[in-house]
Each structure stands twice: as structure tokens, then as C-alpha cells.
């Protein structure tokens, strides 16, 4: 059975299906072989239903429309100006201004394709004016993007944590530290690539500059105060915070910088409505197609026919690293992830794994593997918005390949980059 399923999958993947046909058949034909009548099909249909039923995901669509309010508004822009009047004068500070907004804004949207979106938009033109070579910028802006699969809020972490269980509180905090260090490499290597370059610096802004930059920029600051410092001080549980964040930004856009008007509810509300039901349909699918693999114990022969519960904790750690890594060269990062988590779930277990570092892990192979060739979707996305042909995009990714491999090695060896800041916080 194992083996029809996933040939149904991958053949229907070449056919062009977008993802969610591919599920929904293979679980289908999961559950008739099972159990051989289709009147059992309200039992799939149950099994949908209960997959997108946790109250956590309330916390996707909430997320997703804050940072669309905030992409068609002012709160980008503000945050990049920000960061261009501190450090756009030193070697590299475009680029370097290029990563740190990107993660800023990753911990105000969670989404790595809006971060391509809203700081490739404006830094693009002004990075290729100063002579950095496009392939370079392209390839930066899609890496740093991923940095908002780390920071929170990230929707990556929220579907891992209502797939297995786990606090996302505590992943929210865990990927801090990760992200942090992507940020701080990035930036090192962009400072590098400039000097190597002889890329030319940007004047050098005065304090008055940077104090009117940061009086402009500090409304939107108070987004990362709101999820990181609420869920921190016990204020908001994520999803309140979603909420939270929410009702920000409409006060800011709509009220404080007047950057939208009433008719703009309708398109941002239909935008994220759209890309709600997709995620949603989404998680149905593989909470069911989950259901199916579970009850075929096919996740146990996979892992018996690999030998993964004899390698230890850090063998695992391994194994689950390179299988989300090459997933998301292929397939949306959600459904690996609603795919793989209940397969790896039992070994995970059987060598006590903390689940908040497997977690961080997942979300690092998934942000590497959504930038990484063939089929990353940021790459995608750059495609669309930058209108550049495929291997443009892609030529001068293996520098930050490289260092996201490195930051994930680091990650196994040493998992208090991730969970220092937990246990501060919830131990």
C-alpha cells in the first residue's frame, strides 16, 4: 500500500496538481484499501476536520493578515529607513541593511515570501544602483527571507507545534537564537563579499537622521514587543498574540499613518482569505493522509528499513535535517512538514528528543530548502517579483547554502543555540 500511495503522489506532482490533489487522493485511496468501501469516507472526512479544529491555528490567517496590512502599508519602509541610517554607511551596509530588515520584518510578518516581497521591493533597485551584482542581491534578499521562518511568529513553527503537540510558545523562543546568528553570518559575509567586490559605501547619516528614522520607525518596533515580549511576560498565548497583532496594525495603517483607506479592507481581506483556505486545505489534507500512514504503520517500516532509532539522538537529528531539507526542494514547506513530523513522530520519541529542538531544527531545514533549487518556493516568488528568469535567480545562492548548512551541523551539536532562550524563559 505504501508504495501505490507514493507513486500516486509523485505521479500526480508530475502531472502538475498543486499539491493539496496529490494528498486527497493518496489519502483517499489509503482509506479504501484499508477499508474497502467508500461509505467509510465520512471517516476522512472526520479526519480533515479534526486536523484543522486545534484553536492554535486561529494564529495562521490572524498572522498572515497582519502582515499583509503591514506589506501594503507603511511599516516596511519604515523599518528598512531604520536600518539604512545605522548601518548603510560601512562596507557592506546595504546588504547588511538588507538582512537585518529582512529579519526585522520576519519578526513582525512570519512569512518568508511577504519578507521577499516587502524588503526586496525597495532594496533591489537601490542596492543594484550601488553596484552590487544582481545575482548577489537576489540570492541575499531570498536567503535573509528565510530568516522569518526562525523569528517569530513563523507559520512554519505554528503548523510543526499543532502536528506534534508541542508548545508553540516555546518554539516561538527557540528560534530567536537561530535566527539571530543567520542574521549576524549574513551580515559578515555581505561586509566580505562587498570589500572583495570593491563595492562603494553609502554616505554616513547623521544622528539626526537616524533620531528621525527611529521616531518614524518606532510604531512598527512594537511588533516584536507585542508577540515576543507578550508570550515572554505570559501576557498572550501565541494565538492572543496573532490577535493582538492584528488589531496593530489596522490601528497603525488605517489611524496613525493614514497609509490606507476603507476600500483597501476588502482587497487585503480577500488576499488573505485566499491564502488562508489554501493553508487550510493544506493541513486537512495531510492530517488525514497523517491518519492513513499512522494506521498502515508505514512511518515504523520506513525507519526499520533505514536503521534510524539505532543511530542516537544526534544520528536522528541528522537524518530528520537531510529529508526536510530535500522535501522542501520539492514541495511547499507545509506539506513536508504535515507530511514527515508523523512519520519521524515515534523515533523522535524512542530516543528522547526535546520536540522544541526538533522543532527548530524542521524550521531551519524548511527555510533552507524553501530557497534552495529546484523547486524552492522563494525562488518562485523572487521570479514573480522580480521578473529575472529562473537561473539568475538561482546563480548566487551557494554561499548562503553553505552557511545555512553550517548554522544546521552547529544546531545538532550544540542545541543551546536554540534552547538557551527557552529555559531562560520557560524553565
Not at 536600518?83 to 519578526?107: D, E, P, Q, Y
Not at 488605517?254 to 497609509?259: D, E, I, N, T
Amino acid at each position: 500500500m505504501a508504495l501505490t500511495i507514493f507513486l500516486i503522489m509523485i505521479v500526480l506532482l508530475l502531472l502538475g496538481f498543486p499539491m493539496m490533489i496529490p494528498l486527497l487522493v493518496a489519502t483517499f485511496v489509503g482509506f479504501v484499501f484499508m477499508f474497502g468501501d467508500i461509505g467509510k469516507m465520512d471517516f476522512m472526512v472526520q479526519q480533515m476536520m479534526a486536523g484543522i479544529r486545534p484553536a492554535s491555528l486561529i494564529a495562521v490567517p490572524m498572522f498572515i493578515l497582519a502582515a499583509d496590512i503591514m506589506t501594503r502599508g507603511q511599516s516596511a519602509d519604515r523599518l528598512i529607513d531604520m536600518v539604512m541610517k545605522f548601518v548603510g554607511h560601512i562596507k557592506g551596509g546595504l546588504a547588511v541593511s538588507t538582512v537585518t530588515a529582512c529579519t526585522l520584518f520576519g519578526a513582525v510578518s512570519g512569512s518568508t515570501q511577504a519578507t521577499v516581497v516587502a524588503v526586496g521591493s525597495p532594496l533591489r533597485p537601490r542596492m543594484l544602483k550601488a553596484g552590487y551584482k544582481d545575482s548577489f542581491i537576489m540570492a541575499l534578499i531570498i536567503n535573509a527571507s528565510d530568516i522569518a521562518f526562525l523569528i517569530p511568529p513563523s507559520i512554519g513553527m505554528i503548523i510543526y507545534g499543532v502536528i506534534s503537540s508541542t508548545s508553540i510558545s516555546e518554539l516561538f523562543i527557540a528560534g530567536i537564537g537561530p535566527g539571530l546568528l543567520l542574521m549576524v553570518l549574513f551580515s559578515a559575509y555581505s561586509m566580505i563579499y562587498a570589500s572583495v567586490m570593491g563595492v562603494p559605501t553609502e554616505p554616513k547619516a547623521s544622528w539626526a537622521e537616524r533620531g528621525q528614522a527611529v521616531r518614524q520607525a518606532i510604531w512598527p518596533l512594537g511588533f516584536p514587543v507585542i508577540i515576543v515580549g507578550g508570550i515572554y511576560g505570559g501576557v498572550f498565548s501565541p494565538t492572543e498574540a496573532a490577535a493582538a497583532c492584528v488589531l496593530y496594525a489596522i490601528i497603525l495603517e488605517f489611524l496613525v499613518f493614514r497609509s490606507l483607506n476603507l476600500p483597501d479592507i476588502y482587497r487585503i481581506a480577500k488576499s488573505t482569505g485566499l491564502i488562508t483556505a489554501v493553508v487550510f486545505i493544506l493541513v486537512a489534507a495531510g492530517a488525514a493522509f497523517s491518519w492513513v500512514i499512522s494506521f498502515a504503520q508505514i512511518p515504523q517500516e520506513i525507519l526499520a528499513a533505514v536503521g534510524v532509532a539505532d543511530m542516537g539522538p544526534k544520528g536522528v537529528l541528522a537524518v530528520i535535517s537531510i529529508a526536510f531539507f530535500i522535501g522542501c526542494m520539492f514541495v511547499d514547506p507545509i506539506v513536508v512538514i504535515l507530511i514527515l513530523v508523523p512519520i519521524f513522530a515515534p523515533v523522535v520519541d524512542s530516543v528522547g528528543l526535546d520536540p522544541v529542538l526538533v522543532g527548530t531544527v524542521i524550521t531551519l531545514q524548511v527555510a533552507i530548502g524553501s530557497a534552495t533549487p529546484p523547486f524552492g518556493c522563494d525562488i518562485f516568488t523572487a521570479i514573480a517579483i522580480f521578473k529575472r528568469p529562473y537561473i539568475e535567480v538561482i546563480r548566487g545562492i551557494f554561499p548562503f547554502t553553505v552557511i545555512l548548512l553550517c548554522v544546521s551541523v552547529a544546531l545538532i551539536y550544540f542545541p543551546q543555540i536554540a534552547l538557551f532562550l527557552r529555559d531562560l524563559a520557560f524553565r
